[in-house]
């Protein structure tokens, strides 16, 4: 590590789809959106980033965070899992588990975000943990219980007014280890950016032990209210991230999937 600098390593796809993400998350920083982790290089060696000093959360840094968030979203794409601009290809990955996203090049086939969530997010990770014997069939009978109310239109809620696109410039990822907290405020990293719903992203945020999140929605919701009965939807909206988790790390997660569909099947 040279002095200043963060050098991130994993594969080439891995690498060259997050600094394409971090890229298309930038271009709101000039309109207010959030801080985005600079990049200083993509090399053999790994992706070279600006190394992040952290400090005390606050609630100022929360909401001002939550504000900007907003601006983020807002900067839209233009159908549900579009890639960043430049990605090109129909893969990607969010973690180490393969993720689908639809390049300028093609047209997405989904006009709700139900269908969408199901096809392309909520069924294949849910195969990849039955596969991985970490989905129990009665838990995966649930499973598609969600799957039909979902794609029934029953959560296709309006995204916040500021996003004026079929879908959100969403970061993807965005748990709490993915916001460092520093004196300049919140500054994000490792995202896995695809167009989504921005409830999506503040779900997932609030997951594995982010805090001050009360302010970071009061920052949000200042700037751009999220639709009625937005904090029902919260579960629901972490369905993915969590049977991702399943897949990846094994059946510690199942019981968090399972409060989860608990609440509406």
Same mark, same amino acid.
């Given at each position: ?5 963060? @050098? ?7 690498? &060259?789809?997050? /600094? ?35 400090? !005390?959360?606050?609630? +100022? ?14 900067? %839209? +794409?233009?159908?549900?899992?579009? /890639? #960043? ?18 390049? =300028?090049?093609? &047209? ?13 997010? =909520?069924?294949?990770?849910? &195969? ?7 989905? #129990? +069939? ?19 809620? #309006?995204? #916040? ?15 709490? %280890? ?21 409830? !999506?992203?503040?779900? &997932? ?6 805090? =001050? ?25 972490? @369905? ?6 399943? +897949? ?11 409060? @989860? ?5």
């Amino acid at each position: 590590m040279n002095h200043g600098e963060f @050098i991130k390593r994993a594969t080439n796809a891995e690498l &060259e789809y997050e /600094a394409a993400g971090l890229n298309w998350l930038r271009e709101a920083e000039p309109d207010g959106g959030a801080h985005i982790v600079a990049i200083r290089g993509l090399d053999g060696e790994g992706l070279h980033l600006d190394y992040l000093e952290s400090t !005390t959360p606050t609630e +100022a840094a929360a909401r001002a965070f939550g504000a900007a968030l907003a601006l983020t979203h807002a900067k %839209g +794409a233009r159908c549900w899992g579009a /890639a #960043p601009d430049t990605w090109d290809s129909t893969r990607a990955n969010k973690g180490k588990m393969p993720m689908s996203v639809v390049p =300028l090049s093609e &047209e997405s086939t989904y006009s709700s975000f139900g269908e969408w969530l199901v096809a392309e997010r =909520l069924r294949p990770v849910a &195969e990849a943990s039955a596969t991985n014997g970490d989905l #129990p +069939a009665t838990t995966a009978k649930r499973l598609e219980k969600v799957y039909h109310l979902l794609e029934s239109g029953e959560f296709d809620t #309006p995204q #916040p007014p500021l996003v004026k696109t079929p879908a959100a410039r969403l970061h993807g990822d965005l748990w709490a %280890g993915n916001l460092m907290w520093t004196n300049q405020g919140i500054t994000l990293i490792d995202p896995s950016a695809y167009g989504g719903h921005a409830e !999506t992203d503040l779900a &997932e945020c609030g997951l594995f032990g982010t805090p =001050l999140m009360s302010e970071i929605y009061a920052g949000y919701n200042s700037v751009s209210p999220l639709a009625k009965g937005w904090e029902e939807r919260v579960p629901l909206h972490r @369905i993915y991230m969590l049977t991702l988790h399943l +897949a990846l790390f094994g059946a510690g997660y199942l019981s968090a999937v399972e409060t @989860i569909l608990q609440r509406y099947v």
